[in-house]
Structure formats: C-alpha cells, structure tokens
C-alpha cells in the first residue's frame, strides 16, 4: 500500500513556464515533507521541504504548497530552466522516533528549450 | 555532491559469490541508510543505524548484512543473491534518525546479479 503517490510520471513544460509536481499522500501522521531532485547516475539531492505547520515554503524559483486537508503537496518551479529535467521524489515522514522517509515513486520532469 | 561516498559504482556478480558495497560519509552525522531502488518503484528503506546501532531492517533477507563500524563508515556485505537483489542501492545519511532533517545521499552502486 503506497502511502506517498506522485500519480503522474512524467511531465513536460516548455522553459520560461511554470512546473507544477504534485504528490498525495495518505497518511494522517506525517508531517514533515520533502523534495528530491535525481539526475540519471546520482544519488537524489535534498531540494525543499515543509513542516506541517506551514502551508508554503519558498526557497528561489522552487516553492512547495502543503494541503493538508487534501492530503495534497505540489513543488512549483518558476520559471522552468533545462537544467531542472531531472526525477523528482516527494517524501513523507513523522516527527519521533524510528521514523522512516516514504518516497513516492518519482515524476520524470522534462523542461523544453 | 561529495559529502556521502559510495564504492564501487557498478558491481557485476554471479548468484554464489560474496561482494561490499562501502559508504562513507564526510558530514558529521550520525545516521546512516540503506536504500534499494528498483525500476519504477520507490525508494525502499532498508536498514538504519543510529549512533551506529541498528534500528531499522525492514524486512530484509539474510543474504544482505549490513555493518557500521563507526558513525562515518557503512557497509552492506552481499553473499548469494538472486537475480531479482539486481537494482540501484543508495546509502544516505542524516544528522540523527526520526529528527525530520533532510537526508543526503551517495550517488549509489549499481548491482547486476547474473
């Protein structure tokens, strides 16, 4: 049972546009929520996160919106370079304890120039 | 992103033989993952240490035994795997484990099992 979804896998956007990754999850517990962005033959690099007490967390052209009603977060990225087509990961955890990051399976992000 | 090391990159290995993959880690944290990443599915935890305690094995089979000697060094001792263990694994680590900082990966060995 996936508890981090990112249902769509891929997504293409012209440069200069805005991406718009989003990812749902189903566990009421987490609250803390990260992105990763992965080039083919690296590791996943730490992007952005958020703490549920926040609903927006900005960091440059990367913007991450949480709903927590909808279960609902979605990374922003304005305007779209060459250089961000690359896998993204959306990842959950919960404050405590022995508690373990759950990734989604990843949205393959292709920026047009 | 050089702080999380991983050797080698790329392992070929028959179904009988018995191999390591190392990480090591230059940023000070005491936490430290390994992870298993097979074509179209997510990311699987499977083991965490703390403070070079084991506290995470997510289920995983024998033939995979993990070891860390100390905060910085990680190391996943492989021995009779079967084709299906053929996937991208990644150590990460992070400044301590459940303290919802952001975890920082190596670039990952890629195993293929003949």
């Known amino acids: 049972d996936q508890q981090v979804k990112q249902n769509s896998p891929s997504l293409s956007v012209q440069e200069g546009r805005i991406s718009i990754l989003n990812c749902d999850y189903t566990?009421?517990?987490?609250?803390?929520f990260l992105w990763y962005k992965k080039y083919p033959a690296e590791g996943p690099t730490f992007l952005i996160s958020?703490?549920?007490?926040?609903d927006k967390n900005e960091d440059g052209r990367f913007t991450v919106f949480l709903n927590k009603s909808a279960k609902h977060l979605s990374l922003h990225i304005v305007p779209s370079q060459p250089g961000d087509s690359a896998v993204y990961f959306c990842?959950?955890?919960?404050?405590?304890?022995?508690?373990?990051?759950?990734f989604g399976k990843g949205i393959t992000l292709s920026v047009r120039p | 992103e050089t702080g999380v090391t991983q050797t080698p990159r790329h392992l070929v290995m028959g179904m009988t033989n018995k191999k390591s993959l190392k990480c090591e880690q230059h940023?000070?944290?005491?936490?430290m993952y390994w992870y298993k990443q097979s074509a179209k599915k997510p990311l699987e935890l499977m083991f965490v240490?703390?403070?070079?305690?084991?506290?995470e094995n997510n289920s995983v089979p024998s033939r995979f035994s993990p070891e860390c000697p100390n905060s910085s060094h990680l190391f996943l001792h492989l021995h009779t795997l079967q084709p299906e263990d053929s996937a991208l694994y990644l150590c990460?680590?992070?400044?301590?484990?459940?303290?919802?900082?952001?975890?920082?990966f190596g670039d990952g060995t890629r195993l293929s099992i003949l």
């Open positions: 990460a680590s992070s400044q301590e484990y459940g303290s919802n900082q952001p975890q920082h």
């Open positions: 566990n009421s517990m987490f609250d803390y």
């Open positions: 958020i703490s549920s007490i926040k």
């Open positions: 990842a959950a955890s919960f404050t405590g304890a022995n508690s373990k990051l759950t």
């Open positions: 940023l000070g944290h005491n936490a």
């Open positions: 240490y703390n403070f070079k305690e084991q506290t």
